[in-house]
């Protein structure tokens, strides 16, 4: 399967201000996510980053709130903007090809102040 | 899209037990993944089990999937206390999006 490095994997942030996770995998993939999971809840789909086009959000997600990139096949960047304490959360890519199994990035854990 | 309701919400066994916990959904899906999250950390892949299977193993894991019930569960043998962590049904309809499951915390007394 696909290794998946995630950056950072944890952060104290500031209200107010933006913070840029980056998902890098190490093959050629179909389709990137990124999910939240908030304290103590499941995962919820934010976005699909489609490569070289605006990503598809998620009803009660938006652009201007989780810009999201992905320049290539095995990149994606999420950035959480303008942080309040209720984006606290985990924040995890995932990616799959073809009909296999999706697989996980180990999570970046958000706190905000 | 839907999601997968999973019960029991927790569960507390002796090592050496086995452990059952279930997903159920409403509408039809391609396939349904189980995973292990362990306090917090990322997500690790566990099976996948398509629509035309009923069962699946992997060492001491068993996955069974009824579509007619619409129903799948996981059953943990001969557990270990590294088992300890929190597993989660996802349903895949077709468009590779996962809907999670609420999850089910199991923890193994040693």
């Known amino acids: 399967s696909a290794v998946i490095s995630q950056k950072p994997s944890r952060d104290i942030c500031q209200r107010g201000t933006s913070l840029t996770i980056q998902c890098q995998v190490d093959s050629q993939v179909t389709m990137m996510f990124w999910y939240r999971q908030q304290p103590g809840q499941s995962l919820t789909l934010i976005a699909t980053a489609n490569q070289g086009s605006e990503a598809t959000y998620e009803s009660g997600f938006v652009i201007d709130k989780f810009p999201i990139s992905r320049p290539n096949l095995t990149f994606s960047t999420l950035t959480v903007s303008n942080m309040s304490p209720e984006d606290s959360s985990i924040y995890l890519c995932?990616?799959?090809?073809?009909?296999?199994?999706?697989?996980f990035g180990d999570g970046t854990r958000l706190s905000i102040l | 899209s839907q999601q997968g309701e999973e019960d029991p919400q927790a569960l507390s066994i002796q090592e050496g037990e086995n452990a059952t916990m279930n997903c159920s959904y409403k509408?039809?899906?391609?396939?349904l993944q189980w995973y292990r999250q362990n306090s917090g950390r990322g997500l690790v892949h566990l099976i996948l089990?398509?629509?035309?299977?009923r069962e699946k193993h992997s060492g001491r894991l068993r996955v069974t999937l009824d579509t007619s019930k619409k129903s799948s569960s996981l059953l943990i043998t001969a557990s270990r206390a590294a088992d300890t962590a929190s597993y989660f049904c996802a349903l895949n309809s077709n468009d590779y999006k996962l809907s999670f499951g609420a999850g089910t915390t199991v923890t193994v007394r040693a």
């Open positions: 995932s990616v799959v090809t073809g009909d296999q199994p999706q697989h």
């Open positions: 509408t039809s899906i391609n396939n």
């Open positions: 089990i398509r629509s035309n299977e």
